[in-house]
Nanobody
Framework: QVQLVESGGGLVQPGGSLRLSCAAS????????MGWYRQAPGKQRELVAH???????NYADSVKGRFTLLRDGAKNTVYLQMNSLKPEDTAVYYCNADVSLKSSPYYYDPYWGQGTQVTVSS
């Protein structure tokens, strides 16, 4: 009932930039928080950045000052601008959103995108 479609991943050299996009669609009544997580091989999934419906953002310490998360509420879309990329940023990046449906507008459930690969390598 809800789809999160991600785009923008790829291969980039250290120091380079990428921008990830995530658009939510479907039987959506409201979206609370949206954000990005990542999972590197052999590691647990971790929060990268998170933004509430009120615009409050939260970043992992490892990306502060390099990554910026923006949200377009009208389009149910978030953008993750990643600058000064490092090899340790290599991971599959997953979009996440807390969504309530038109059929149950007061209950929020988490939804995930399919993931997009980001590889930082020379």
């Amino acid at each position: 009932q809800v789809q999160l479609v991600e785009s923008g991943g790829g291969l980039v050299q250290p120091g380079g930039s990428l921008r990830l996009s995530c658009a939510a669609s479907g039987n959506i009544f409201s979206i609370n928080a949206m954000g990005w997580y990542r999972q590197a091989p052999g590691k647990q999934r971790e929060l990268v950045a998170h933004i509430t419906s009120g615009g409050n953002t939260n970043y992992a310490d490892s990306v502060k000052g390099r990554f910026t998360l923006l949200r377009d509420g009208a389009k149910n879309t978030v953008y993750l601008q990643m600058n000064s990329l490092k090899p340790e940023d290599t991971a599959v990046y997953y979009c996440n959103a807390d969504v309530s449906l038109k059929s149950s507008p007061y209950y929020y459930d988490p939804y995930w995108g399919q993931g997009t690969q980001v590889t930082v390598s020379s």
